[in-house]
């Protein structure tokens, strides 16, 4: 069975800070996606980033960057320079491949604040 | 595009009573899910569809029904309302199969059952 833990609820920064949300996932295959979605106080939820089994690459986007781990199964998020629009809650998701439904599983989410 | 659509944006309902909520996509996507969002519990998969005539539980189906006629509608029937029912409800969608494929979300149902 898959499983992802975001084990921080909320994390309180001030603007310019760099933050780092963790993410830690468990799972029987070897091919498998990662994802992180963002849902602002507006409520809607938007996909940010999709990461593979086979590609441990960093990925950086702007103040976004991404860092994947298959030795300690984490794909933890960091923002750079965080700004008060970073301010939502974000969640890590897990998709197996062979033999799954291919529905994500979501963790519980992370709530960012971000002070002016 | 319209992406994936839901109706109605919010509901009160009494205990014992029914409704549908409502989910549609115009993307031609085959897999269709329903979430509930509680606070401090995540995005929870309650009933989902990997195309049109199929559908299958996910971690929390009791209490509701989905079915899946057409590619573009996937509703949600809460047979008889609980207060354990209020929550924010979502409906997602991705296109075909693969584990790569993102959810693409509706804007959410906001339920209250007193």
């Known amino acids: 069975a898959q499983k992802v833990t975001q084990a921080q609820t909320e994390i309180s920064v001030v603007e310019k800070e760099d933050v780092t949300l963790d993410c830690v996932y468990e799972t029987r295959d070897t091919t498998y996606y990662l994802f992180w979605y963002k849902q602002p106080p507006s409520g809607e939820l938007v996909f940010l980033i999709r990461?593979?089994?086979?590609?441990?690459q960093n990925e950086i986007s702007g103040r976004y960057s991404w860092n994947f781990q298959k030795s300690t199964s984490s794909f933890n998020f960091t923002i750079t320079a965080s700004q008060v629009v970073d301010s939502a809650v974000y969640f890590c998701a897990l998709s197996d491949a062979p033999g799954g439904s291919y529905i994500p599983t979501f963790g519980r989410g992370t709530s960012l604040i971000v002070h002016p | 595009n319209a992406g994936v659509t839901q109706t109605p944006k919010f509901q009160v309902l009494k205990t014992g009573q029914s409704m549908t909520l409502q989910c549609a996509q115009d993307m031609n996507h085959e897999y269709m899910s329903w979430y509930r969002q509680d606070p401090g519990m995540g995005l929870r998969l309650i009933h989902y569809s990997v195309g049109a005539g199929i559908t299958d539980q996910g971690e929390v189906p009791n209490g509701y029904n989905v079915s899946r006629s057409t590619t573009e509608d996937f509703p949600l029937r809460l047979l008889s309302a609980a207060p354990s029912q209020t929550s924010v409800y979502f409906c997602?969608?991705?296109?075909?199969?693969?584990?790569?494929?993102?959810?693409?979300f509706g804007p959410g149902t906001r339920l209250t059952v007193l």
């Open positions: 997602a969608s991705s296109q075909g199969q693969g584990a790569y494929n993102e959810q693409f």
């Open positions: 990461r593979n089994s086979f590609d441990e």
